[in-house]
């Protein structure tokens, strides 16, 4: 079921990585070796894959390459939206990602690449087939993202929310559904690509649309899901069962699992972009999660509680 884990995402990113606390992601190199340490042990068969960059940096990879993060890991990931965020044209993806192959021997996955429909749906449509034409055989793996839109009453992963202006509600527009589930013309053109692009899509704690999303996803032929696991969900109540429930809906997928977000209580400062206080915690955290899905079954006797994680 867990075919690559995912150690946190878009670490280069402030929305996801609070870089005053981490000016030269030492700390962030740090608790990368140990989770991916902590993976390896409990599981030499998952793909270990280094947290999408966003922007795609040369440097940065040279950064954690100098710190041994790179020797932990098996992938590298990047993520790109050249129609809204990023500033270079969608008819670069095969250069940006020789950027990146020219800095490491790793395998490269674009673990998110979309496109929104924000200016209108007809470009997203476009933009899914560009950028399956552009990415399909330059990389192994490729997912889009999303499937779904966000609501518009749930809040986006940004640090400056509507203080970005339009970049900000872009966020709420880079389904292929739209919130109430109901297709846009982007369906049409991701379908005969499903196979080879895959799909990103987060599903929140308890996430209303998980089985219809499952039903979504085995329609159009996808194979390949990338989602995540939080830690800081982790703490909630019954976190367990819902981590249960999801794992076991998306088993006939191939999961890209992504575990992030430091809980605000274990964080150097109390939000889920700082770095944990202590970095074992996290790996601790990302050993369980495999022990519990890519080890014994969902739910067994000899998976261990969460206060053994936490």
């Not at 076991?248 to 944990?276: I, K, M, Q, W, Y």
Request: hydrophobic share 40%.
């Amino acid at each position: 079921m867990i075919e690559a884990a995912k150690i946190w995402n878009e670490p280069n990113n402030k929305s996801h990585w609070d870089p005053n606390l981490d000016p030269e992601w030492d700390l962030f190199a740090r608790m990368t070796v140990l989770a991916g340490q902590a993976i390896r042990a409990e599981n030499s068969g998952v793909t270990r894959v280094l947290g999408g960059m966003s922007p795609i940096d040369p440097s940065f990879v040279r950064r954690l390459d100098e710190r041994g993060v790179l020797d932990e890991i098996d992938v590298v990931a990047v993520h790109g939206f050249p129609l809204d965020w990023n500033l270079w044209q969608i008819d670069e993806w095969p250069a940006k990602i020789d950027e990146i192959r020219a800095v490491t021997d790793k395998p490269i996955w674009v673990t998110e690449a979309g496109v929104s429909s924000f200016g209108a749906e007809e470009v997203q449509a476009w933009g899914v087939k560009r950028t399956a034409e552009l990415l399909i055989g330059k990389v192994p793996r490729i997912h889009w993202y999303s499937l779904y839109d966000l609501p518009s009453h749930w809040e986006a992963t940004t640090r400056h929310k509507e203080a970005e202006g339009s970049s900000y509600y872009r966020h709420f527009h880079m389904g292929l559904l739209r919130a109430d589930g109901t297709p846009k013309p982007a369906v049409e053109a991701f379908a005969p690509y499903a196979s080879q692009l895959g799909i990103c899509q987060w599903f929140h704690f308890e996430d209303h649309r998980l089985d219809e999303a499952v039903g979504w996803l085995k329609r159009l032929g996808v194979r390949h899901l990338r989602t995540g696991l939080s830690w800081a969900d982790s703490f909630r109540p019954n976190a367990l069962d819902w981590f249960d429930r999801q794992m076991e809906a998306l088993a006939d997928f191939d999961v890209t699992v992504t575990f992030c977000f430091t809980p605000e209580h274990r964080g150097v400062e109390p939000h889920h972009t700082s770095p944990p206080q202590v970095a074992e915690e996290f790996a601790e955290f990302c050993a369980a999660m495999i022990r519990r899905y890519a080890g014994t079954p969902a739910g067994s006797a000899e998976a261990p509680p969460l206060a053994a994680v936490g």
